[in-house]
Each structure stands twice: as structure tokens, then as C-alpha cells.
């Protein structure tokens, strides 16, 4: 793993994430990556126990922004009308509407799902021409045809299919064959707690159904396009050339590399375990 994304956590409006480069030690690729938002239980609470309130706030947030850049110096003399958001919230948002981020909406439950697809909709109305992620989505197979001609990706991790909420009562571990049949794009992540486990995750995807083209895509091409970060994974003149040759498909968890290129140079294959083994072997 030679590039990796951070997501924020929080109330409501999460943040900014952070792109990094992992080769030869990590650093910021990207310093303000997408902006994160949840509707989960801690953002249900915090808007007095109502999901439908979450979505309200989350609406008037951009509404309110869509005001205030249209009247930013009254607004910063305090001579505009009320915002359902502070200053310096609008002064990042603005930041963010201007780039080329994506908006990462983190949604499970299959009514949070179709109010992306409505919020994607208002976002365009408001003349916010933003890009929509859905992170988690264990519900989101059961509106996949509506969400494919939204052209919304889906961003899960297959071992986190499980009902142990009512957010999540619908999950099905073949989600993401589900969601390839049906044309939506999709990101696969690890754990937030072993992020090593990437490739596992997509061979994980590929035994209940997923194409192992899609399931290699979802962790390499298709985040990488999301995210704004082709300089480090694809093979054109100008970019970094990151490449690895396995000895066969990398989702065959018995089968190692072969050859590592990173920033086009060669890198051996030698690590501090093997290195270890052939010391106390001979």
C-alpha cells in the first residue's frame, strides 16, 4: 500500500480528509482531500435525536453557504442575516466548493441512502456541481439502479457486512457483486482498525460474487479517480510509476510479489522478516 486516505471523524460535518504518500515514509499528498459527513447515531444525537433533522441542518448548511458567498464581506461584518453555521465553517466549505474534492456522505440505512441521492440532487440546484461518495452503504444494493444513474459510488469494506445495528438490519455479504451488476462504481476500504487487510478485503468481495477485474479496480483505478490521486497510481508519462508484478492474480493471498517499482526505481523484495529467516535459518 503506497497511497492511503485519512477520514475525519466528528459531529455532523466531519471535515477535510488528508492524502498521503506512503513510499519511503508517509507524507501529505494532498493537505485538504474530500470533505466528510455523517449520518450516524453520534450526529442523530447531537440534532436532538431526529435523522430527518441531520438532513435538514446538512441542507441549510449549504443553502446558508450559497448565501454567504453571494454576500461574503456583509456576512464578515456581521450586517447579514442569521447562519445556521459559523464563520469559519463557511469559510471552509467555500475552500471545499471550489476544488475538485469529492463530498463523502457516510450512510448506511437504506432512507439515508435515497436522501444522498436527493441531497446530489439539491446540491446541483444550489449550482454545486460536486462529486457524491457514499461510505458504509450496507443498504445501499437495495437502491443500486437509482444510485448507478446518479452516477454515486459506494465505498465499503466486505468483512463489515453484518446486521449489528438497524442502520445495517439489510446488509448481505455479496453487496458488492450486487452493486457491480448494477453499474455503480465502488471503493473498497479496510477496517478503520487493520488497514493492512486491503487485498484481503477484495478477495473477500471476489468470493461472493464480485468479478476479480472490479474487486482489483475498487482498491486501485477507481479511488484513485475519486480521489484525485492518478499521479500515484497510474502509468503515464509524468507520474509517479508505482508498480508491482505478482507471480499471480494479487487476490490469491498464497501468491507474493515478484518485482516492486517505486517512483520508478527497483525495489527489492527484501523485508526485515526474510531478512530475520535466512540469519537464524543458516
Known amino acids: 500500500m503506497l497511497t492511503a486516505l485519512s477520514s475525519p471523524r466528528g459531529s455532523f460535518i466531519y471535515g477535510r ?38 438532513w ?12 454567504f458567498l ?14 445556521s ?3 469559519p465553517k463557511l469559510v471552509a466549505l467555500k475552500a471545499f466548493v471550489n476544488s475538485d474534492d469529492p463530498l463523502v456522505i457516510e450512510a448506511n440505512r437504506l432512507s439515508d441512502i ?18 457524491v461518495i457514499i461510505s458504509g452503504g450496507s443498504e445501499s444494493w437495495l437502491y443500486a439502479d437509482k444510485l448507478a444513474a446518479a452516477k454515486i459510488p459506494v465505498m465499503f469494506t466486505p468483512t463489515n457486512q453484518t446486521p449489528l445495528s438497524f442502520d445495517t438490519i439489510q446488509s448481505r455479504d455479496d453487496i458488492g457483486a450486487v452493486l457491480e451488476k448494477a453499474g455503480v462504481d465502488t471503493i473498497i476500504v479496510p477496517t478503520r482498525d487493520f488497514s493492512p487487510r486491503l487485498r484481503q478485503e477484495a478477495a473477500i468481495a471476489v468470493s461472493y460474487g464480485m468479478s476479480e477485474q472490479a474487486a482489483l479496480s475498487s482498491i486501485t483505478s477507481t479511488p484513485a479517480r475519486y480521489f484525485s490521486l492518478a499521479k500515484q497510481t497510474s502509468l503515464n ?14 487476490l490469491n493471498l498464497r501468491k507474493a510479489p515478484t518485482m516492486m517499482i517505486i517512483k520508478g526505481k527497483y525495489t527489492g523484495l527484501e523485508n526485515r522478516q526474510k531478512t530475520l529467516a535466512k540469519k537464524y535459518l543458516n
Not at 18 to 45: C, R, T
Not at 56 to 67: H, I, N, P
Not at 70 to 83: D, F, I, M, T
Not at 114 to 131: P, Y
Open 70 to 83: 453571494q454576500n461574503e464581506r456583509a456576512v464578515a461584518s456581521g450586517n447579514a442575516r442569521e447562519l
Open 237 to 250: 508519462e509524468g507520474q509517479f510509476a508505482n508498480l508491482v508484478i505478482w507471480e499471480s492474480s494479487p
Open 114 to 131: 435515497k436522501n444522498v441521492v436527493e441531497f446530489k440532487a439539491f446540491l446541483n440546484k444550489l449550482g454545486f456541481k460536486k462529486t
Open 17 to 54: 480528509g488528508v492524502g498521503f504518500d506512503l513510499a519511503y515514509g508517509p507524507h501529505i499528498v494532498n493537505k485538504e482531500s474530500a470533505l466528510w459527513i455523517g449520518v450516524d447515531p453520534h450526529s442523530i444525537k447531537s440534532s436532538g435525536g431526529s435523522r430527518s433533522m441531520v
Open 85 to 87: 453555521i459559523s464563520y
Open 56 to 67: 435538514a441542518k446538512l441542507r441549510q448548511s449549504f443553502v446558508d453557504l450559497k448565501f
